[in-house]
């Protein structure tokens, strides 16, 4: 398993920075950078596929009072919820993938027969307390489930083809600030289809 620092340096080391760190809190330009730019991507990667090393699935927690117009039920958002994928009842969990992937056209392209349709959803907020808001999900699906992207932090925990894909994701955001124009953007543009091809081999 990678460190935080293995991936930022491997990162470093794809767009020809050999300035390697070794404390996340040193005071370096690599280091500010690393600061600035790898819990950003972090959440962006996770955000952008339903990666198995992060998936989770829950029952949700029905809220009282009445849902937003439009909606029959609303439900507490998962505190650990960084990207909400599918709703389904307990018995559309089994079959959850096709639910998940027609969302991406990798898989609804090579097996339209397989996609199911999805329960509509959405993620709101509404005042919990005069001074504070909470955030809800409001379906017409009773005893819901949510399929969800969890927020993991912890790099022993990614799977080697997230740890790929994030060190070509910090690439492309740090390229231009260390590199300088006219090739920095240029080595950002290329770092950013590296890192679409590893989502997209991820995908496949």
């Avoid at 958002?77 to 559309?92: E, F, L, T």
């Avoid at 329960?119 to 307390?129: H, K």
């Avoid at 060190?167 to 953007?185: C, D, K, M, V, Y």
């Avoid at 240029?186 to 997209?200: E, H, K, M, T, W």
């Amino acid at each position: 398993m990678s460190s935080a620092i293995e991936i930022y340096n491997r990162a470093l080391s794809r767009i020809g920075v050999s300035d390697f760190i070794g404390d996340p809190n040193e005071q370096s330009k690599a280091g500010g950078l690393y600061r600035l730019w790898y819990g950003a991507c972090v959440d962006s990667c996770l955000r952008d596929f339903p990666w198995n090393f992060a998936s989770s699935v829950v029952p949700l927690a029905l809220f009282s009072g009445d849902p937003p117009p439009g909606w029959q039920y609303k439900y507490a958002y998962p505190v650990d919820c960084h990207a909400a994928r599918v709703i389904a009842d307990s018995r559309g969990m089994r079959t959850l993938l096709t639910s998940v992937f027609q969302a991406w056209d990798c898989y609804a392209g090579r097996y339209p027969d397989s996609a199911r349709q999805t329960v509509p959803f959405q993620i709101m907020s509404e005042a919990d307390t005069p001074a504070t808001r909470r955030r809800i999900i409001v379906t017409d699906m009773p005893q819901a489930y949510l399929f969800y992207t969890a927020k993991i932090t912890d790099p022993n925990l990614f799977d080697p083809g997230f740890a790929d894909a994030l060190s070509w994701r910090i690439a492309a955001e740090i390229a231009a600030p260390f590199l300088g124009a006219p090739t920095g953007p240029q080595v950002a543009n290329s770092a950013g289809a590296q890192y679409r091809n590893a989502v997209a081999t991820a995908k496949a």
